[in-house]
């Protein structure tokens, strides 16, 4: 057996009232301990001197504790620790920890305590303040070598559980090891399992620290490339059908189209075109910019499709996308006699006669995955934003044989790092291109003081005969979020605008309802609709020139981005407003970069570097398992060559079942619960 498979619960030297929050940290293993990594490491072993001016850089220092005060100000309890530098003399320095509104603190600091402290230095009035920072007190100088005089690990935590104890825990932890027979990293490397976990957690240095760091990085992304290489081998592995046709259909398609497709849809279309014709399934992935034209080189599959005789469903995440495609579809096929067809949950519609046969093209969406309606003759499933669908969703409309050709589509432009391991299961197809009479989208962040001129700007938007979106974070208020609402704002809004007719679109109105409102809106009756995200995908209507997002800071980068991609369809110049209050430096770097740049793939950089690949992983639209130690952006070079190693381990242990490839099965059959598991 594993001995680091045994459960904390099992092992005699874990204390037994640190299991329960060790637990809440999604630790359950010995091996879980292990893995749980520093989120930093801290010099110990020489302290910076008392900081004399404020900086952006936090900084670890060591004081003895002179006072600790606490009073009320403006509302808020501030508990205040004074510390001195325990140097005499007339260089030793003195600074002021602040914590607001966390009574807890007081009861745990008193003079003459030492202390480790780690934040930013803050310069008011000759005064340096440390305001909310980290902080551990030193108790047992004999336990120094674990948590002083050294390069030491500072780990993320969970209530109950506190960072001595639990620093003192993986110590011990990482010292067991010597009670288990060593293993390379990786098969065939020479690097060792336990020279390397202990490095990372108490390192000699630093350069034993990146050394280490390096080598787990590289053996975590060899994992994932495991489960995506696997998943690829599954998928090409399976009986397919060719699905290739003469292409007149494509070919008068695109002819009738009103503007003419770019290079890269043209290039696109070509290579779908011969995934298409050949006899296993196609695994193709579709990126671009907002407004690059997917939906044109997925309808042209479509109509290869359905020209060689085969049926194709496009699965979309809402029924407000779901409606879009249907509509767009309808205007851009119904005069070439394709039968098109909808199915969301409330709705089923046929947009041809029922005598003449089954729909050729199937649009809907999760309904289709629970379709009573036979499809027969499937031969392509297209699924718009497919990250908004979990891998099994996608393998359920795939689970027939022959296995029908796959294309999953999405605005949000990825970085290759991104796509080589969230998609690496998948070949990629990438539209860099946008049509060249779109106008660049200008866009400005305002502070919310500033909402009577944006309202101006939108009267004289409207007096020019335009349409507008005002969008917010939340459908009602919340005491819980200080944002403001849609259905709160509408009566405002509407007031202000008068005469100008506004309209109410979230995700709990009646599935008729929202139908109406958007017809309405489509049609022009409607002039501004207040909405929430419900329409951040799919919706396009070429007048509406004009979007104001209220508490734009809490978006997503790739969110606002999508939101924006709303507007600029037209010929019109349009114009993005960005409303805030907040005073966070990071979130409004996050909306500079839209003020600065219209550029999918440039944002998509940007935002990779402000939410981290860690936040992007690890979902159950991935399927993967988090990164604990490798970093997307830092580690960019390691991704070829994990992905090198995880074909050649596949190719010599296809089933993973050598003692060494055991922790990667493992990876495996984790990420498959429910779903594909390992190719034989």
């Not at 850089?57 to 100000?73: A, E, L, N, W």
Request: hydrophobic share 40%; glycine share 6%.
């Amino acid at each position: 057996m594993d001995a680091l498979a045994a459960t904390i619960d099992e092992l005699d030297w874990v204390p037994s009232p640190m299991v329960r929050p060790l637990n809440r940290l999604g630790i359950k293993t010995w091996r879980d301990l292990l893995e749980h990594y520093p989120r930093r490491h801290e010099d110990r072993a020489e302290f910076s001197r008392f900081p004399t001016t404020s900086s952006d850089k936090p900084i670890c220092v060591r004081g003895i504790v002179q006072k600790v005060t606490s009073r009320y100000f403006s509302g808020r309890n501030i508990v205040e620790a004074t510390l001195d530098e325990g140097e005499s003399g007339a260089l030793s320095g003195r600074l002021a920890c602040r914590w607001f509104n966390q009574h807890y603190v007081q009861k745990m600091l008193a003079a003459g305590q030492t202390l480790v402290v780690f934040g930013r230095p803050k310069e008011s009035r000759g005064r340096i303040y440390f305001d909310h920072p980290e902080f551990e007190i030193v108790e047992d100088e004999e336990e120094n070598l674990i948590h002083l005089n050294r390069i030491t690990p500072v780990y993320p935590l969970t209530e109950g559980l506190r960072q001595r104890p639990l620093r003192t825990l993986i110590y011990l932890a990482v010292t067991r090891l010597d009670e288990i027979e060593d293993q390379p990293v990786l098969p065939g490397y020479v690097a060792s399992y336990r020279e390397a976990i202990s490095q990372i957690h108490f390192p000699d240095s630093w350069i034993k620290l990146q050394r280490s760091r390096k080598t787990l990085a590289l053996a975590e992304l060899v994992g994932i490339q495991i489960v995506v290489e696997n998943r690829r081998r599954n998928m090409v592995g399976q009986p397919g059908h060719a699905h290739s046709s003469s292409g007149s259909r494509v070919e008068q398609f695109l002819q009738q189209l009103p503007f003419k497709p770019t290079r890269a849809q043209k290039r696109t279309i070509q290579e779908i075109h011969v995934d298409l014709a050949a006899d296993r399934p196609m695994a193709r992935l579709l990126h671009g910019d907002v407004g690059a034209g997917k939906t044109v080189v997925a309808t042209a599959a479509m109509l290869e499709v359905t020209e060689a005789g085969f049926q194709s469903a496009l699965m979309a995440p809402t029924q407000v996308l779901a409606e879009q495609h249907y509509q767009t579809l309808k205007t851009w096929l119904e005069p070439m006699r394709i039968r098109i067809g909808l199915r969301t949950g409330p709705r089923k519609e046929d947009a041809f006669l029922e005598l003449e046969g089954d729909p050729e093209i199937i649009v809907g969406t999760h309904a289709l995955l629970y379709d009573s309606d036979p499809l027969p003759r499937l031969g392509l499933v297209v699924i718009d934003e497919q990250h908004k669908f979990g891998v099994l969703q996608r393998g359920r409309l795939l689970a027939r044989e022959p296995v029908p050709d796959l294309l999953v589509m999405t605005a949000t432009p990825i970085p290759r790092t991104l796509a080589m391991t969230l998609y690496g299961d998948l070949d990629v197809s990438t539209l860099d291109e946008k049509p060249i009479d779109r106008k660049p989208v200008i866009t400005g962040v305002r502070s919310s003081r500033k909402l009577p001129e944006a309202a101006n700007f939108l009267r004289e938007r409207l007096q020019a005969n335009r349409q507008a979106y005002i969008v917010y974070p939340v459908i009602e208020e919340s005491d819980s979020l200080s944002v403001k609402a849609a259905i709160t704002e509408f009566n405002r809004w509407a007031d202000l605008l008068k005469p100008a007719e506004c309209g109410l679109l979230h995700g709990r109105l009646a599935p008729e309802e929202r139908e109406s409102v958007m017809q309405r809106f489509r049609q022009g009756e409607i002039r501004v609709l207040i909405a929430t995200t419900v329409i951040e995908v799919g919706v396009d209507v070429p007048n509406a020139t004009v979007m104001l997002i209220e508490n734009a800071e809490r978006f997503g980068l790739a969110q606002l981005h999508q939101l924006r991609g709303r507007i600029g369809r037209g010929q019109h110049q349009s114009y993005c407003i960005l409303m805030t209050d907040t005073k966070d430096p990071l979130a409004l770097a996050k909306l500079s970069v839209l003020e600065k740049t219209n550029d999918g793939f440039e944002i998509a950089e940007a935002d990779l570097r402000f939410r981290g690949p860690g936040d992007l992983l690890g979902t159950a639209q991935s399927g993967l398992p988090p990164l604990r130690v490798a970093d997307l952006l830092q580690d960019a070079d390691l991704l070829d060559e994990a992905r090198g190693i995880a074909r050649s381990i596949l190719d010599r242990d296809p089933g993973l079942q050598s003692a060494g490839n055991q922790r990667f099965l493992r990876i495996v059959n984790e990420s498959t619960k429910g779903g594909t598991t390992l190719a034989s």
